[in-house]
């Protein structure tokens, strides 16, 4: 029961710390615990047709298990510092983009290659944009699609099964400060570590909160977004996703000088709904096999909302929003952009009339009765701003789910080794706060086995 690494978490970070350590110092005994299924096990109850609404399962399929909460996704890559979180700042921005680049190559090898890389290097749609207030980030991304994607996960399951020892199906419950290390708390049993590593991802946020708690570990309250996903035809945006695929726009509203910004692209792809903490709100994948494509694109319009004094939670903001929808709509609700502007609630009958037919099985309703008015607002302006770039956007039938949170976990006090004031605890990925996104988490992970297994006592 003692190991030289506890990994705790098979999300994207974990597995690529576990991946790096084996590169780095194959002889450490390493140990990763994850309290959901293997992948060959994860499956969402409303994968089967005739179950249309969230189980509320005690362990969600779609965010645990191995591959975390990236497995079912679009898997998309995006290789930059100007989204998907903050590691630049921790280890620099040429070593952050280095390591992105390293977890590129690793997931072409294991599986991924064919994947095409999008750059906004060359486009002209960021000229186009600028032209019209909007601002184009620059980025690689390499879009795996979520078929793709399972295949990489497979193949580095089956890389890592031999190597290191992974416990499904368990969940730590503690740490605490042990001799020479840390005693890791099961629901099943106790195991020892010199070297600790927390890759427990957004479903882990309230129990690190809690362990730093325990732990004196500082934390700071992060941001959270909110807003809809747009639905519409893919045919309206797709001079731009065939030509970037990923588009990060960014407008300030020029009501309230708020920032808006387009989120998670997904041509030809589906809307889909995801459960966070018994909360549901939406999201979108797409699949890379043309076969699987669906007629439409969805993206989401994010809102940031950052609270200090005396409301500190930004957290808990989100969600009352989201429990607002979730108690007006059963789950998640959709409206057409025509009834939200001329204030009426879309029902059966007008969605029926929609010419973009959803992708989603979501309640007709109305959003304004949920979104605060400043974001819908802003919201409202953004889609218009878009029909500049992309005519259509603004169209009647263009379709609106609500709500979109991006809950972001609070911060957690690192240093440039992503470790704690505690000597040998390390936290990393969308745990920490410092990543929100799979290359970035999974770039931490590299980072983080790379000062571990280069520690003195393990050479
Ligand atoms: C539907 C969806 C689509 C997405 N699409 C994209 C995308 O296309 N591109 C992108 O960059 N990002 C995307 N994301 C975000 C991306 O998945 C995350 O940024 C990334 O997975 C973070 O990796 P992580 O390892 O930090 O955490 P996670 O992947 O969340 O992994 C954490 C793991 O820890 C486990 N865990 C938590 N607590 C415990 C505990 N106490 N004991 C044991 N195990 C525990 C969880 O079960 C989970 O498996 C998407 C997210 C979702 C939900």
């Not at 934390?219 to 977004?225: A, F, G, P």
């Not at 300030?252 to 549901?280: A, L, Q």
């Amino acid at each position: 029961m003692k190991y030289d690494v506890i990994i705790v978490g098979a999300g994207a970070s974990g597995i690529f710390t576990a991946y790096e350590l084996i590169q780095v110092n194959p002889g450490l005994k390493v140990l990763m615990i994850e309290k959901g299924h293997a992948l060959s096990k994860r499956k969402c109850p409303i994968d089967n047709k005739k179950i249309k609404t969230c189980q509320n399962c005690k362990v969600c399929n779609i965010v645990n298990g191995f591959g975390g909460s990236g497995s079912m996704s679009d898997g998309k890559y995006n290789i930059t510092n100007n989204f998907g979180g903050d590691l630049f700042k921790y280890v620099g921005s040429q070593e952050a983009i280095e390591l992105m680049q390293y977890v590129d190559e690793v997931n072409l090898k294991m599986g991924g290659e064919g994947a095409k890389l999008y750059s906004t290097a060359n486009s002209q749609l960021k000229t186009q944009a600028l032209r019209n207030d909007l601002h184009l980030l620059d980025a690689q991304v390499r879009h795996f699609g979520t078929d793709r994607n399972m295949i990489i996960l497979s193949r580095m399951y089956d890389y890592l099964k031999d190597k290191t020892e992974i416990l499904f199906d368990t969940e730590v419950e503690d740490i605490s400060k042990g001799e020479g290390g840390f005693v890791v708390t099961t629901n099943q049993d106790e195991y020892k570590c010199s070297s600790l590593v927390l890759a427990t991802g957004r479903s882990g946020s309230k129990w690190i909160s809690s362990i730093c708690g325990k732990l004196g570990i500082k934390t700071q309250s992060n941001r959270v977004d909110i807003g809809v996903r747009v639905e519409l035809p893919a045919a309206i945006f797709a001079h731009i996703t065939d030509d970037v695929y990923e588009s990060k726009i960014v407008y300030r509203t020029k009501k309230y000088s708020d920032i808006v910004r387009t989120f998670c692209m997904n041509p030809y792809g589906e809307v889909v709904t995801e459960n966070t903490n018994g909360i549901m709100t939406v999201n979108g994948h797409s699949y890379a096999d043309p076969k699987l494509r669906t007629e439409n694109t969805n993206f989401a319009l994010l809102v940031s909302n950052n609270f200090t004094e005396p409301f500190k939670d930004s957290n808990e903001y989100g969600e009352s929003i989201a429990r607002l929808s979730n108690m007006l709509g059963g789950g998640v609700l959709v409206q057409r952009f025509g009834d939200l502007v001329t204030g009426r609630r879309t029902n059966e009958h007008r969605l029926a009339q929609s010419f973009t037919k959803p992708t989603l099985n979501a309640t007709p309703g109305d959003l304004s009765l949920v979104i605060p008015k400043r974001q819908l607002d802003d919201i409202i302006e953004m889609i218009y701003a878009l029909d500049k770039i992309a005519p259509g956007t603004a169209n009647e039938s263009t379709l609106l789910y609500g709500v979109e949170v991006k809950f972001y976990n609070s911060r957690v006090e690192v240093d440039s080794n992503l470790e704690t004031r505690l000597k040998g605890l390390y936290i990393l990925g969308d745990g920490s706060g410092v990543t929100h996104s799979l290359s970035q988490a999974s770039a931490s992970g590299v980072h983080v086995a790379r000062i571990i297994g280069r520690r003195q006592e393990y050479i």
